[in-house]
């Protein structure tokens, strides 16, 4: 079944962390590009990191400003989303996604049309 699975969310103070993970079944998590997005209330959803595992490093949305990171087990076939300094803005639902395309740039990951989405996992920061 082809499908992606969050988990990692949860309630954190302000200057906390939280590790994110996404677990894909029936496609391999470097076949095609990942990504993270998020929606916070009253927001659109927003473009937050992915990779496109074509020898770039992640590539991330301005306002993460070098707190978040994104790894992986490939044994587990699972990308993680670890979390630094976490702010009360970062609270939201966040969802991993995989799109079946190839990407000529780091910056069309921020493209929302992904063709397989997670049910997303909720990210509370408390101030």
């Known amino acids: 079944q082809l499908r992606l699975v969050e988990s990692g969310g949860g309630l954190v103070q302000a200057g906390g962390s939280l590790r994110l993970s996404c677990a894909a079944s029936?496609?391999?998590?470097?076949?095609?590009?990942m990504s993270w997005f998020r929606q916070r209330s009253g927001k659109e959803r927003e473009f937050v990191g992915g990779?496109?595992?074509?020898?770039?490093?992640?590539y991330f949305a301005d306002f993460v400003k070098d707190r978040f990171i994104i790894s992986t087990d490939d044994a587990k076939n699972t990308v993680y989303l670890q979390m630094l300094s976490l702010v009360p803005e970062d609270t939201g639902v966040y969802y991993c996604?995989?799109?079946?395309?190839?990407?000529?740039?780091?910056?069309?990951?921020?493209?929302?049309?992904?063709?397989?989405w997670g049910q997303g996992t909720q990210v509370t920061v408390s101030s």
């Open positions: 029936g496609r391999n998590i470097r076949s095609y590009p």
């Open positions: 996604a995989s799109r079946n395309a190839a990407l000529l740039s780091p910056r069309d990951l921020e493209n929302d049309e992904y063709d397989l």
């Open positions: 990779i496109r595992w074509s020898g770039d490093n992640p």
